[in-house]
């Protein structure tokens, strides 16, 4: 089963990126991995965040096929410690499916159109991080959930 990260805007914080790209690379060891960036919208200062949000929706849900379980990246959603998250990978790749999509919104979250189209909502923290800040501890999480399903020494319980 594949694994995609779809994310509203682009990483632009060098740090960040760099982070980013080397838990992808560390990712792809584990399953066949793939990071979207949907363009940020331009001229949204004549949209309300409602409109910003079906837009960025619109966008989202066209990286979306028939038969792709999507998660949605949500401070609303299930918390996890890192064992039971990989035990929850784990469970999830299992059942098959075309691929597992988890998604990272825009600035004002999600529209009804992408909660309805989702199976379920992780939550990294009760924290608020930057959008671009989570794609890195996202996939950092990833691959330490590989890491314990696999039994490899990199997480300490």
Same mark, same amino acid.
């Given at each position: 089963m594949d694994v995609k990260l &779809?994310? &509203?805007g682009r990483t632009d914080v060098q740090w960040v990126k760099e982070g980013l790209d080397l838990y992808v690379s560390r990712l792809r060891h584990y399953v066949?991995?793939?990071l979207v960036e949907i363009p940020q919208l331009k001229n949204v200062s004549a949209f309300t965040q409602e409109q910003i949000k079906e837009k960025e929706g619109e966008l989202i849900l066209k990286q979306v096929a028939p038969g792709d $379980? #999507?998660?949605l990246l949500d401070e609303r959603g299930k918390s996890f410690r890192s064992v039971e998250w990989a035990e929850w990978i784990r469970q999830r790749l299992a059942r098959g499916g075309k691929?597992? #999509?988890f998604v990272? $919104?825009?600035a004002y979250g999600f529209s009804?159109? &992408?909660y309805d189209r989702a199976e379920g909502m992780v939550s990294l923290s009760r924290m608020t991080f930057s959008h671009q800040m989570v794609r890195t501890i996202f996939a950092e999480q990833l691959y330490r959930a590989f890491t314990i399903i696999k039994g490899e020494p990199y997480h300490h319980e």
């Open positions: &779809v994310t &509203v066949p991995f793939s $379980g #999507v998660i691929a597992l #999509v990272i $919104g825009g009804q159109k &992408v």
